[in-house]
């Protein structure tokens, strides 16, 4: 028999790790998380070991990585292939690294645009707004 203390209902599942029951559910169906067994008559119970795996997916979620890459890294841990999942951080880490690159230039539009606004004429167009109508054409 299973130890209470690790055998959780969905709900205490989601309550431990801090998301929603729907949450694990959608874990469930992109095959991030198994779905246990439920007994005759009875209610699922999930083990330390999917609390684990939760924390594990909010975890790369907030390294951002897309959920398809955690189920990669999640197939990868199951197998010990450190190799197959360090080519996925250095893709990630490039990605991430481009990601950075674009938000500089946009703050640094956003910056010298803002510029512009405070030092325009009140009769004048807007800077920031005729220049984001002008990149929407």
């Known amino acids: ?9 969905i ?3 989601a309550a431990t790790v801090g998301v929603n029951v729907e949450t694990i559910r959608f874990y469930q169906r992109r095959g991030l998380l198994f779905e246990p067994p439920r007994p005759p008559g009875g209610i699922r119970h999930y083990s330390a070991q999917d609390v684990a795996r939760v924390k594990f997916i909010k975890s790369a979620q907030r390294m951002g990585f897309s959920l398809d890459e955690i189920h990669h890294l999640l197939q990868l841990d199951e197998g010990m292939q450190c190799d197959a999942a360090a080519a ?6 490039d990605d991430v690294r ?7 230039r946009i703050e640094a539009t956003l910056e010298n645009l803002l510029e512009q606004c405070r030092q325009g004429e009140k009769k ?3 800077p ?5 109508h002008a990149q929407a054409q």
Not at 88 to 93: D, I, M, V
């Open 1 to 9: 028999m299973k130890d209470r203390k690790i055998a959780l209902t």
């Open 11 to 13: 709900g205490r599942l």
């Open 88 to 93: 996925l951080a250095a893709h990630h880490l």
């Open 98 to 104: 481009q990601r950075l690159r674009d938000l500089h």
């Open 124 to 126: 004048v167009a807007c």
């Open 128 to 132: 920031l707004i005729a220049a984001l």
